[in-house]
C-alpha cells in the first residue's frame, strides 16, 4: 500500500487565516504530551505520522503503523461555562464523522457515544478530550488506509477498508479542522448541537450494556442524549462517563 507523509506546507496554506497553528512531526511519543509540554494557546495542532506511546481514553494504548493513520492533538479554550465542556467529545465526533462522510461522499460514518467514530465494519476513530490550564487538549486518532492485518483489534475498521480506496490524509485533515472551527464558533455563541449530534450517532435505539467506572454495569436501551451530553436509558438511568457495548 502507498503511503505518503502529510503535507505540512500544505495545512500552513489552508489555515493562513492563522486560527489553526499546525505543527507536523515525523514522530512522537504521544501528540498530547507534545501539547501538553507545549504552553499552549487556543488553536494549536500537533500531528505526526507516528506515535510510539499514543494512548485513548482510560489510558488505554492507541496504535497505528507510520503513515496510515492520522494522529493530532489540538488545544481549544472553549467560551461556554466549564460545566457545559462534558458535550465537547460529542461535539468533536459530530465534527470527523460529518467530514469523513463528505470526503466520502457518503454517510457510511456515525458517533458512537461519547467518543468514538463508527462504520459498519468497526470503530472508525477515536476521541480523547482532557482539561489543561484554561482549557481542552482534544486528541483525535483515525484508521485511514490502515489495512487488516494492522488494525490494533478485532472490532477496529478503517476508511480503507471501508471504503476500498486510499486516502489523502492531508486533506482529511484540512477538511476536519474547518468544520472543527465552525463547530466550536457556533457551540461558543450558544447554539444547541446536540440535535445534530443525536442525527449521526448510532448508540440511540440501540440495546447496549453501560461499563461504569466503579465496574457496575447497566443493560438497557439508550433512549436519548441530553443537553449536559449525558445519555439516558430506557430504565432511567443517566450516564456521563462509562464504555458503551451496542449489544445484538
Known amino acids: ?19 489553526w497553528r499546525v505543527k507536523t512531526f515525523s514522530e512522537v511519543d504521544s501528540t498530547q504530551d507534545v501539547i501538553r509540554l507545549s504552553q499552549p494557546r487556543h488553536g ?26 492520522l494522529l493530532f492533538s489540538l ?3 472553549p467560551k461556554v461555562e466549564r460545566e457545559k465542556w462534558g458535550v465537547l467529545p460529542l461535539l468533536v465526533g ?16 456515525q458517533t458512537k457515544w461519547p467518543n468514538d467514530v463508527l462504520a459498519a465494519g468497526g470503530k472508525i476513530a ?22 487488516r492485518e494492522n488494525l490494533p483489534v478485532s472490532t477496529a475498521s478503517s476508511m480503507y477498508l471501508e471504503l476500498g480506496v486510499e486516502l489523502e490524509r ?12 465552525n463547530t466550536f464558533a457556533s457551540w461558543n455563541e450558544g447554539q444547541d448541537l446536540i440535535s445534530a449530534y443525536k442525527s449521526s450517532n448510532a448508540t440511540l435505539g440501540q440495546n447496549v450494556r453501560v461499563m461504569l467506572p466503579d465496574g457496575e454495569e447497566l443493560y438497557s436501551q439508550a433512549v ?6 449525558a445519555l439516558e436509558l430506557a430504565n432511567g438511568e443517566r450516564v456521563t462517563v462509562g464504555d458503551v457495548v451496542h449489544l445484538r
Not at 500531528?47 to 493513520?69: I, N
Not at 436519548?224 to 451530553?229: E, T
Open 44 to 69: 494549536d495542532v500537533v500531528t505526526a505520522d507516528f506515535q510510539s506511546k499514543g494512548r485513548g481514553r482510560l489510558d488505554r494504548s492507541f496504535e497505528s503503523v507510520p503513515d496510515a493513520g
Open 75 to 77: 488545544f481549544v479554550e
Open 126 to 147: 477515536g476521541i480523547l478530550c482532557e482539561s489543561f490550564n484554561s482549557g481542552v487538549i482534544v486528541g483525535i486518532g483515525i484508521n485511514v488506509n490502515t489495512s
Open 94 to 109: 459530530m465534527s470527523v464523522a460529518q467530514t469523513l462522510n463528505d470526503q466520502a461522499g457518503s454517510a457510511t460514518f
Open 224 to 229: 436519548n442524549v441530553g443537553s449536559d451530553g
Open 170 to 181: 492531508t486533506e482529511i485533515l484540512i477538511g476536519i479542522l474547518r468544520n472543527l472551527k
Open 1 to 19: 500500500m502507498k503511503r505518503s507523509t502529510l503535507d505540512g506546507e500544505k495545512l500552513t496554506s489552508a489555515f493562513a487565516d492563522g486560527y
